[in-house]
């Protein structure tokens, strides 16, 4: 069965940094790409970056809103997926997700249950 | 960025109905588009990928049509459990996008 399980949430004050983990199993992790997708309260879905995988150098991408602040990296030895956040502001308060992409249809076809992470001072 | 506009932003159904929702993309997408069902204090669910491929394990009163930049996620007989917010989301090309979402409420 296909687990993504988030960790590391929590308070945090503005300009603080905090790193979410992504614990997956039931899956090679190593095959796929791995997204964060974050969801602030009450409002829709936001895309937050990607990482790929070893074959695709573990390149990422990362949204506008994020870029320069937010770094996704991931440790294929522990199926694990991190996004490290620094410089965080109030509007990065928000359930963050881990989702899956599939290999060969590109969707996000599993998600973690998501981690809340709150910034205020 | 490819903007992702559902339309309506709500409605309200009784069970049995029929609802359609739709999503439009500022520009084409290759039928990269997928649709998500989110209950209160869940993940999102994948229901379609592909525009209108099924996700294993949905059950067939759900489908998706369309091409290009208009799709539609339609339910056939709305049941109980399908009130939720339902996104589309493009995975075309970055950044990644997703609608606004379409809250679906007991009439």
């Known amino acids: 069965e296909v687990q993504l399980v988030e960790s590391g949430g929590g308070l945090v004050q503005p300009g603080g940094s905090l790193r979410l983990s992504c614990a997956a199993s039931g899956f090679t992790f190593s095959d796929h790409y791995m997204d964060w997708v974050r969801q602030a309260p009450g409002k829709g879905l936001e895309w937050v970056g990607r990482?790929?995988?070893?074959?695709?150098?573990?390149?990422?991408e990362y949204a506008a809103s994020v870029r320069g602040r937010f770094t996704i990296s991931r440790d294929d030895s522990k199926n694990s997926l991190y996004l490290q956040m620094n410089s965080l502001k109030t509007e990065d308060t928000a359930v963050y997700y881990c989702?899956?992409?599939?290999?060969?249809?590109?969707?996000?076809?599993?998600w973690g249950q998501g981690i809340l992470v709150t910034v205020s001072s | 960025d490819i903007q992702m506009t559902q339309s309506p932003s709500s409605l309200s159904a009784s069970v049995g109905d029929r609802v359609t929702i739709t999503c439009r993309a500022s520009?084409?997408?290759?039928?990269?588009l997928a649709w998500f069902q989110q209950k209160p204090g869940k993940a999102p669910k994948c229901l379609i990928y592909?525009?209108?491929s099924l996700q294993s394990g949905v059950p067939s009163k759900f489908s998706g049509s369309g091409s290009g930049t208009d799709f539609t996620l339609t339910i056939s007989s709305l049941q109980p459990e399908d009130f939720a917010t339902y996104y589309c989301q493009q995975y075309n090309s970055y950044p990644l996008t997703f609608g606004g979402g379409t809250k679906v409420e007991i009439k």
């Open positions: 989702a899956r992409r599939a290999v060969t249809t590109f969707y996000f076809d599993y």
């Open positions: 990482i790929r995988n070893k074959v695709n150098s573990y390149s990422t």
């Open positions: 592909a525009a209108s």
């Open positions: 520009q084409g997408v290759n039928n990269y």
